[in-house]
């Protein structure tokens, strides 16, 4: 099975300022989605930003983007101007692009702390 | 408004008494999963299902079991809970990857059902 890793198991950061949270994944295949998730205390998952593994250009939306190194399996998300509503906890996800796949496979998790 | 729905929302229960969780979804999607999530050990998939009548194991399909009758339902149950069934449980469903369009790669979750098994 496909395991996603999450080194950082808390992260801070000062407000308006940028941080990085990091995200590795092993693999076989060479078709596949990654996907960043955020939880805020409300539990919801929200689906922040993804990224198709046959696309070279790193994915953005507003102030969030990823860089993707798919030889290195790494799958960084950069938040940048950094928000208190920021402040939550980051899943990394990794989906098979095979037809059928429908197991997303997560990460530990990375705590973010948003310092006012 | 497009959404995944969960209920029990919340739930306290005792050793062995069986248990259904709820959960339906507005958007046609064929893919539908529950999750589990614990601290440390982010989510990890239960039980999903490709479609009416089609259903298969996750990653941790012990003490639970699911059915697909419609499409827009996939209750899981517990036949008997046990403490370590403890946890925050997730729904969520998706098109089917032969669906042309970006929302295809887009899994949308349910608010989550915290059950408490003493």
């Known amino acids: 099975a496909q395991t996603v890793t999450q080194s950082q198991p808390e992260m801070s950061v000062q407000e308006a300022e940028t941080v990085t949270l990091s995200c590795t994944y092993d693999?076989?295949?060479?078709?596949?989605?990654l996907f960043w998730y955020k939880q805020p205390p409300s539990r919801q998952m929200i689906l922040v930003i993804r990224?198709?593994?046959?696309?070279?250009q790193n994915a953005t939306e507003n102030r969030f983007s990823v860089n993707f190194q798919k030889a290195a399996k790494s799958f960084s998300l950069k938040i940048s101007d950094s928000q208190l509503g920021d402040a939550a906890m980051y899943f990394c996800?990794?989906?098979?692009?095979?037809?059928?796949?429908?197991?997303?496979?997560f990460g530990t998790g990375t705590r973010l702390t948003v310092i006012p | 408004e497009a959404q995944v729905t969960q209920n029990p929302r919340y739930l306290i229960t005792v050793t062995g008494k069986k248990l259904t969780v709820t959960c339906s979804q507005n958007?046609?999607?064929?893919?539908m999963s529950w999750y589990r999530q614990d601290p440390g050990l982010g989510l990890r998939q239960i039980y999903y299902?490709?479609?009416?009548?089609?259903?298969d194991k996750g990653d941790v399909p012990e003490g639970y079991k699911v059915s697909r009758k419609e499409k827009r339902n996939f209750p899981l149950i517990l036949e008997s809970p046990s403490p370590n069934q403890t946890s925050l449980y997730f729904c969520?469903?998706?098109?089917?990857?032969?669906?042309?369009?970006?929302?295809?790669?887009?899994?949308?979750f349910g608010p989550g059902t915290r059950l408490t098994v003493t």
């Open positions: 693999t076989s295949e060479s078709d596949y989605y």
């Open positions: 969520a469903s998706r098109f089917s990857s032969i669906n042309p369009g970006p929302w295809a790669y887009e899994q949308y």
């Open positions: 958007m046609n999607h064929e893919y």
């Open positions: 996800a990794y989906r098979s692009a095979s037809e059928g796949a429908n197991n997303l496979f």
């Open positions: 990224q198709e593994a046959y696309k070279q």
């Open positions: 299902s490709m479609n009416v009548e089609v259903t």
